[in-house]
Nanobody, 122 residues
Framework: QVQLVESGGGLVQAGGSLRLACAAS????????MGWFRQAPGKEREFVAV????????DYADSVKGRFTISRDNAKNTVYLQMNSLKPEDTAVYYC???????????????WGQGTQVTVSS
């Protein structure tokens, strides 16, 4: 059974930082691209970042480029999202997801975590 478990969310002031982690089990982690998505209340789920199986290729939404960094540790079956210079508009539930391909399309992803709340106060 595949499980993706996010952690690291919380409440932070604008300008602060958080580091999210997503621990994977039940799949051959090093063969999957890993993505981060977010969903704010009343809004659709949106792409944040994705990293390929080796960590050698990444892609970011324009809204987070230069502030967020995605990385992975295949020895620990974990993907990370370092979030700096956080803004109130970054407030959302953040989800990690796994897919065989590097894609921004959330409909393509095979597996999802349960999400972790990030709240940025102004």
């Amino acid at each position: 059974q595949v499980q993706l478990v996010e952690s690291g969310g919380g409440l932070v002031q604008a300008g602060g930082s958080l580091r999210l982690a997503c621990a994977a089990s039940g799949l051959t982690f090093k063969t999957y691209a890993m993505g981060w998505f977010r969903q704010a209340p009343g809004k659709e789920r949106e792409f944040v970042a994705v990293i390929n199986w080796s960590g050698g290729r990444t892609d970011y939404a324009d809204s987070v480029k230069g502030r967020f960094t995605i990385s992975r540790d295949n020895a620990k079956n974990t993907v990370y999202l370092q979030m700096n210079s956080l803004k109130p508009e970054d407030t959302a539930v953040y989800y990690c997801a796994a897919d065989r391909t590097v894609t921004r399309d959330h409909a393509r992803y095979d597996y999802w975590g349960q999400g972790t709340q990030v709240t940025v106060s102004s």
